[in-house]
């Protein structure tokens, strides 16, 4: 603990630094140093200039393995919103170019999805607040995901040109191996599993200049809130948005009761620092003490200026909800009668979140019949729709037309 207690302390003072004047920080002797730029525009370069653009393809292919340093940085919030923010801050503002940066973190509990993803076809969105778990959309893609403090994230943050997502996999099933003897397996998919069994999801983000890759490991996460976070409201959902993948899971404290996440956390940590930058090479404790360690980083605006507007933008309904692409909803309804019940269809069409069209297929028709309602043109969520087929529950078949032209 002293070795990230100290080194703590120095990465507060960089990033503080970013408020102010530009700071020079001296790390292992080595005559590299970091300078913190205010303009958060621009990178922070590990060779000691703030710069807008990183260095040239040719120029990071010719750089010696030797020449790029490694940090494990720790986040210490566990709000979802913010380690998000975080993630991006670093995607956005880093140079990576000497500096390869792990970013370890967890949340309490949430659901995230894809960038791509429709939150309806993942997960019951109103439950999800009921619950008390948040619900957040991440900037890569994929699938949904729950996360609780039972769960470990990484984000192993590289120049796109060095983007290796096997390598960032396999630094995890070694610290597996090496700590608790667990062998895990690389699937297909990019998923670490056991005997078949998930343990670790994957997605990441590929830009210019900077790319990272994002996996969780499943520690001791509750199973049952996983579960019935991840069941959506039973209806017929019709979109293009990108679906996820349903896989058995397993806690690795199902394999071996003494893992624990602050012992998973170093242990992927301390493999990561001793793993050569640019190959699947073990360089032992020579190459972890010629590294920059562990460092507990607070993803605030004081150390990085900036992160505020972002986590602003993440936890928005214009981005949760709104960033959902366009679908339509269609859910089978019985309406009353003295002697036969009527059985329709309701069809609602959302887009930007909300709901543009709301309509009724007719028995043995094609047709959709508009319905009017107030709620037209509002947020859709499970709550709303199921107070439209409880109002349309009430109407008889009789008056069903009237119903259909009229006010709900």
Not at 39 to 54: D, R, Y
Request: glycine share 6%.
């Amino acid at each position: 603990m002293s070795l990230l207690r100290r080194n703590s302390s120095q990465l507060r003072l960089l990033l503080q630094g970013l408020g102010a004047s530009s700071t020079k920080i001296m790390r292992h002797k080595s005559s590299d140093n970091i300078t913190a730029s205010h303009n958060v525009g621009n990178s922070i370069n590990a060779t000691g200039t703030a710069t807008k653009t990183m260095t040239t393809d040719k120029k990071l292919e010719s750089t010696a393995d030797g020449d790029i340093k490694k940090s494990v940085f720790i986040s210490q919030s566990h709000d979802i919103f913010t380690n998000l923010a975080l993630e991006d801050w670093l995607y956005k503002n880093f140079d990576f170019a000497h500096h390869h940066v792990l970013l370890l973190w967890a949340n309490e509990p949430c659901v995230v999805i894809g960038r791509h993803q429709n939150p309806f076809t993942e997960a019951n969105v109103s439950a999800l607040m009921e619950r008390g778990i948040t619900l957040a959309r991440r900037n890569s893609g994929g699938g949904a995901v729950y996360h609780d403090r039972g769960n470990l994230n990484c984000t192993f943050f590289t120049p796109r040109e060095r983007y290796d997502r096997k390598y960032n996999l396999n630094i995890v099933t070694r610290a597996l191996f090496r700590e608790w003897a667990i062998k895990a397996e690389i699937n297909d998919r990019d998923d670490i599993v056991i005997a078949n069994k998930k343990i670790s999801g994957t997605a990441a983000k590929l830009g210019r200049p900077n790319a990272y890759h994002h996996c969780t490991i499943l520690a001791s996460a509750n199973k049952l809130h996983l579960g019935e976070s991840l069941v959506k409201e039973p209806a017929n959902y019709i979109s293009r948005a990108t679906a996820s993948v349903p896989s058995p899971i397993r806690n690795l404290v199902d394999v071996n009761r003494n893992v624990n996440v602050p012992q998973l956390l170093s242990a992927v940590g301390y493999e990561y620092l001793r793993t050569v930058a640019t190959a699947l090479e073990d360089g032992g404790s020579a190459q972890t003490m010629n590294q920059r360690g562990f460092q507990l980083v607070n993803p605030t605006e004081k150390w990085f200026p900036g992160i505020e507007e972002l986590r602003a933008n993440y936890c928005s309904w214009n981005w949760v909800i709104g960033k959902t692409p366009k679908f339509t909803v269609e859910k089978e309804l019985e309406l009353k009668s003295n002697e036969h019940g009527m059985k329709l269809k309701l069809n609602v069409e959302v887009e930007g979140g909300l709901m543009t069209q709301i309509g009724i297929q007719l028995p043995q028709s094609d047709q959709l019949v508009p319905v009017v309602t107030p709620l037209q043109g509002q947020a859709y969520n499970e709550h709303n729709l199921n107070g439209i087929i409880g109002a349309l529950k009430l109407v008889s078949t009789s008056n069903v037309q009237q119903a259909m032209n009229g006010s709900i």
